[in-house]
């Protein structure tokens, strides 16, 4: 059974940083995606990142690129989001969720449809 954790939500100021943690656990394949979204209410869930287990390819939103860097950790089975210069616009729950490569290939690395979601972290960003 594929579980993903995140961890690493909190309150910030705007133009402070965080960085999120997903732990996964439960894979069979070495080749998946794990990708970062995040949702306000009343909003659709947005994608922001992801990154392959793979070769390492990165995708990024327009809205945090340059602010945002994903990397992984597969020693630890650890995908990390390091959000710098967040804007009060970056406020939300953010999720981490796992898909095979396979799937996300044809269905976008970025598109809010993953196959396995984790439960959550709040991230609010204070003017």
């Known amino acids: 059974e594929v579980q993903l954790v995140e961890s690493g939500g909190g309150l910030v100021q ?3 940083s965080l960085r999120l943690s997903c732990a996964a656990s439960g894979f069979t394949s070495d080749n998946y995606a794990i990708g970062w979204f995040r949702q306000v ?3 659709e869930r947005e994608g922001v990142s992801c990154i392959s287990s793979g070769d390492g390819t990165t995708h990024y939103a327009d809205s945090v690129k ?3 860097t994903i990397s ?3 020693a630890k089975n650890t995908v990390y989001l390091q959000m ?3 804007k009060p616009e970056d406020t939300a729950v953010y999720y981490c969720a796992a898909d095979r490569i396979r799937v996300r290939i044809v269905a976008g690395y ?3 449809d993953y196959e396995y979601w984790g439960q959550g972290t709040q991230v609010t ?3």
């Open 41 to 43: 209410p009343g909003k």
């Open 110 to 112: 970025l598109a809010p």
């Open 14 to 16: 705007a133009g402070g």
């Open 84 to 86: 710098n210069s967040l």
């Open 125 to 127: 960003v204070s003017s």
């Open 66 to 68: 340059g602010r945002f």
């Open 72 to 74: 992984r950790d597969n």
